[in-house]
Structure formats: C-alpha cells, structure tokens
C-alpha cells in the first residue's frame, strides 16, 4: 500500500550553553488511504537503519 502523504519533524538536542545543537531523531508522519483496506485492524511495522523492528496492531473501528 502507498503512502497519499508523508512528512517528518526533526528532534534536536542542544548543550547545556545552547551554542550548538544536532538532532537526535525524527518524528516520521505516514498517512494512507482507507479504501482498499478490508478488515478492521492494521498491522504497522517500523524498521529503523539499526536496532529491532517495532509492530504495532492498530484496531480501526477505535480509531474513528
């Protein structure tokens, strides 16, 4: 399934001075249509360069 919109939010930490700063992460906003899905539940899973994988079940009838 493709993705109707995709944008991210970039997390930054800063020193103690506040005269440098560099991210640390990203907040990734993934969005998609619901037309073609024909069940009641989603399985999310999120694969980062390095570390585990993360699944999440998201039940859509609470979503609404």
């Known amino acids: 399934m493709a993705a109707t919109k995709v944008s991210a939010q970039l997390l930054y930490a800063s020193d103690p001075d ?3 700063s560099w991210v640390t992460g990203a907040n990734v906003f ?3 249509s619901v037309a073609g899905v024909d069940s009641d539940s989603v399985d999310v899973e999120v694969i980062p360069p390095g570390g ?10 609470r979503l609404s």
């Open 30 to 32: 993934i969005q998609f």
């Open 18 to 20: 506040g005269d440098s």
């Open 52 to 61: 585990a994988s993360v699944r999440a079940t998201f039940d859509l009838g």
